[in-house]
Nanobody, 121 residues
């Protein structure tokens, strides 16, 4: 059974930090790039960060560069998103995504259920 389970979200104040985790099972994670997306009510789902394997393939949305860090642990089958200096505009449901690393628009991908991050005073 393929599973991607996000955790680590919560309610924090501006300037605080959170670390999101995405625990995976049921597929060969070493063949997949791991990505984080987020979506706020009434808005389109937005790309946040991606990390390939090998891990020197890393990309971030412009809005989070310098504040967020994506990483992965192959042995734990887990991807992480360290979020620092959180802002109210970071409030969203954060989703973990795994996408097969092939040059094909139809590449296999999986999604987690999401974890809520709320940044508010």
């Amino acid at each position: 059974q393929v599973q991607l389970v996000e955790s680590g979200g919560g309610l924090v104040q501006p300037g605080d930090s959170l670390r999101l985790s995405c625990e995976t099972s049921g597929f060969a994670i070493h063949d997949f790039a791991m990505r984080w997306y987020r979506q706020s009510p009434g808005k389109e789902r937005e790309f946040v960060a991606a990390i390939g394997n090998p891990t020197f393939h890393i990309d971030y949305a412009e809005s989070v560069k310098g504040r967020f860090t994506i990483s992965r642990d192959e042995l734990r089958r887990t991807a992480y998103l360290q979020m620092n200096i959180l802002k109210p505009e970071d409030t969203a449901v954060y989703y973990c995504n795994a996408r097969l690393q092939v040059l094909d628009e139809r590449a296999t991908e999986y999604w987690g259920q999401g974890t809520q991050v709320t940044v508010s005073s």
